[in-house]
């Protein structure tokens, strides 16, 4: 049963870094897409990257281009975001979901898996 599970979270002050770790189980990490997806308080769920399974790719949202990094392990079975010159919008819950299936651009309604989420809080 395939299993995510975020960490890395924290509070940081603007300028900073994070670096987010998504732990997958149950399945073989390199078949799947993983993204990356974050909602504030009050609005929805958005795309924040992805990384394609089977060599399938990466992407960004434009308000994350140049701060943002996707990387996989997938001997690891971990992902990775990589976030630097964070700003206070960044701040939310940061989720990763997976799917078999989906495509770095799906909508999030099609990544079938989730984790529970890890807080980012990006103020000084």
């Known amino acids: 049963q395939l299993q995510l599970v975020e960490s890395g979270g924290g509070l940081v002050q603007p300028g900073g870094s994070l670096r987010l770790s998504c732990a997958v189980s149950?399945?073989?990490?390199?078949?799947?897409?993983i993204g990356w997806f974050r909602q504030a308080p009050g609005k929805e769920r958005e795309g924040v990257s992805c990384?394609?399974?089977?060599?399938?790719?990466?992407n960004y949202a434009d308000s994350v281009k140049g701060r943002f990094t996707i990387s996989r392990d997938d001997a690891k079975k971990t992902v990775y975001l990589q976030m630097n010159n964070l700003k206070p919008e960044d701040t939310a819950v940061y989720y990763c979901?997976?799917?078999?299936?989906?495509?770095?651009?799906?909508?999030?309604?099609?990544?079938?898996?989730w984790g529970q989420g890890t807080q980012v809080t990006v103020s000084s």
């Open positions: 990384s394609g399974g089977s060599g399938g790719g990466t």
């Open positions: 979901a997976a799917d078999r299936f989906a495509s770095c651009g799906s909508s999030r309604q099609y990544f079938g898996s």
């Open positions: 149950g399945v073989t990490l390199s078949y799947y897409t």
